[in-house]
């Protein structure tokens, strides 16, 4: 289904869920709507009006964060680790074993004549992941303590649409591998913020007081963390409170 309000289209879409779930996604700002069965063409039409300025909001957001151009893997490019943004330098190499390395902001990568964007791309995520698992690391092992938390289990997994992943009843966290290319704070946010879902599992208000005594920042965070790399904005009906 879809509703259009204003000259803007809304894709609906029935799920098994209980509450109204809200989305704007990059890079166009297409908005989604997901809706339980129960309710009718009217009350999401009553929603979305009612949302309307945050959707208003949020689409703006979106349409103006840089678009980011697809990757080459090539000398020039810029690429971020923890928010610092470093040039790529490739260097062919016949002999020894692929590498990267930070030289001043120099980002320079080794790799075979022959290799492909693919092959390059795949050498940068690892090298990703590595550093992102080091800082993730330190990141959960302090909260957790802090927190009075069991230890949880952790992976790591290239998302689209989320920073991170809780699933409460297994002690569970799935962390974004994109984070590795923001600011290390932000990347504590997203660590607070899934270790609290172990207490509340949506974002309404009880989730929000937590996060406060825990990061009293947190939102600072967040918005930086969002004008850093654009992901979908999402809000759910419980969420009476707008978020930034
Ligand atoms: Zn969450």
């Given amino acids: 289904m879809e509703i259009t309000i204003q000259n803007i289209a809304v894709e609906v879409e029935r799920k098994p869920i209980r509450n109204m779930h809200l989305?704007?996604?990059?890079?166009?700002?297409?908005v989604h709507l997901s809706m339980p069965f129960f309710l009718s063409e009217s009350d999401a039409r009553s929603f979305l009006l009612k949302k309307w300025q945050w959707i208003c909001r949020n689409r703006e957001q979106v349409l103006k964060q840089p678009r980011q151009t697809q990757r080459e893997y090539i000398s020039g490019e810029s690429h971020y680790l923890f928010g610092t943004r470093y040039m790529l330098l490739v260097e062919p190499i016949t002999s020894g074993a692929n590498s990267i390395n930070v030289q001043g902001n120099k980002l320079i990568m080794k790799c075979r004549p022959a290799s492909t964007r693919d092959n390059r791309r795949a050498q940068l995520q690892e090298w990703y992941r590595g550093h992102l698992r080091t800082i993730l690391t330190g990141l959960v092992d302090k909260w957790c303590e802090q927190l009075g938390e069991a230890?949880?289990?952790?992976?790591?997994?290239?998302?689209?649409?989320?920073?991170?992943?809780?699933?409460?009843?297994?002690?569970?966290?799935?962390?974004?591998?994109?984070?590795?290319?923001?600011?290390?704070?932000?990347?504590?946010?997203?660590?607070?913020?899934?270790?609290t879902h172990l207490a509340v599992q949506n974002h309404g208000p009880a989730f929000q007081a937590?996060?406060?005594?825990?990061?009293?920042?947190?939102?600072?965070l967040r918005k930086q963390l969002n004008d850093f790399i654009a992901i979908p904005v999402e809000e759910e009906i419980k969420d009476e409170q707008d978020s930034l």
Avoid at 172 to 178: A, G, I, S
Wanted: some cysteine; overall charge positive; charged content about 25%.
């Fill in 210 to 220: 937590l996060m406060t005594q825990r990061l009293p920042n947190w939102k600072l």
């Fill in 151 to 195: 230890p949880v289990e952790w992976t790591i997994k290239q998302m689209k649409t989320e920073w991170g992943s809780c699933i409460a009843r297994k002690r569970h966290l799935v962390f974004n591998l994109d984070l590795a290319r923001v600011p290390v704070e932000c990347i504590e946010y997203i660590v607070v913020h899934e270790l």
């Fill in 23 to 30: 989305s704007v996604y990059p890079p166009d700002a297409r």
